[in-house]
């Protein structure tokens, strides 16, 4: 039988845990946001390799949909502590693989197809992190709902500014020129270094409460009793991250690459996160 204190300390641990899931997927989002020129270069050489750089963004998009049904129903069958692990040891195994990929020079186009499928993986596990995350914290947490929601979403947006943070002191301590070179590579692994944080919290992980192993299969519960507003959340939400991706994430790096100016790119995130931040906070009601 569980005390009051061990009860709090474990509602803790699993509000932070899912919690940290939110900043991996925000700083993931940026890691790459403002080197997808020099990923072009070094992956896609030649006229289209802007193009290849941001098609290392979409890539991770496209698996998103389907990391959220796999690992979905990986957290509504097995537990919302599998599906976690499962999802953080993924992103991290996919972020030191990209660290550690040979470019287009020495290994020709086997490159950008390892680079594009890494990817691809990379969107699956933090696709995977939005159900069992906010399930999680949804049964574990007192707080009212939107309060709870709120709080959620806050992390998407404090991961991105910290890896802001990260891309300009990186930039600060060896130049662009040691980063494009080399440091490119130690920048993409601190993202795994945000994942084996979290997997370290959540290795110590306790089940949700509200959580049992569902007699039927759970996704097909979903298509047979929730089919019509399942289509209606997935374009909705599809809609939604268009948007988001296709200015908020890239609008900075545009901006750069017209005027010429590539040290607009952390200014520009970290004003623009920070305002998100703030609305995401105020829309509590």
Not at 2 to 15: I, S
């Amino acid at each position: 039988m569980h005390t009051a204190n061990n009860l709090e300390r474990m509602r803790t641990r699993a509000v932070i845990s899912a919690y940290l899931g939110w900043v991996m997927d925000g700083y993931d989002a940026l890691i790459v946001t403002p080197i997808m020129p020099l990923l072009g270069q070094l992956f896609f050489p030649g006229p289209y390799s802007l193009l290849g750089g941001v098609s290392t963004l979409v890539a991770t998009l496209v698996g998103r949909p389907l990391g959220s049904v796999i690992m979905g129903y990986i957290g509504d069958r097995f537990g919302r502590r599998v599906g976690l692990l499962v999802t953080v040891l993924g992103y991290s195994l996919s972020a030191l693989a990209i660290a550690l990929l040979p470019t287009y020079l020495a290994i020709g186009t086997l490159a950008p197809i390892s680079l594009l499928i890494l990817r691809f993986l990379q969107g699956i596990f933090l696709g995977g992190e939005w159900g069992p995350g906010t399930a999680l914290i949804m049964e574990w947490s007192r707080w009212r709902r939107e309060l709870t929601s709120a709080f959620v979403q806050s992390g998407y947006p404090i991961g991105v500014v910290i890896a802001t943070l990260v891309y300009a002191l990186f930039m600060g301590a060896v130049g662009p020129m040691e980063f494009n070179n080399y440091f490119w590579r130690v920048y993409i692994a601190t993202g795994a270094v945000v994942a084996l944080l979290a997997f370290a919290v959540r290795s110590r992980l306790v089940e949700s409460p509200l959580w049992y192993k569902p007699r039927a299969n759970p996704l097909a519960l979903l298509f047979r009793q929730g089919s019509r507003w399942l289509g209606v959340g997935v374009l909705f939400t599809g809609g939604l991250l268009m948007i988001y991706y296709s200015t908020y994430l890239i609008y900075s790096d545009f901006l750069a690459h017209v005027l010429h100016e590539p040290g607009l790119i952390p200014g520009v995130m970290l004003m623009s996160t920070i305002a998100a931040i703030i609305a995401v906070l105020l829309s509590v009601h």
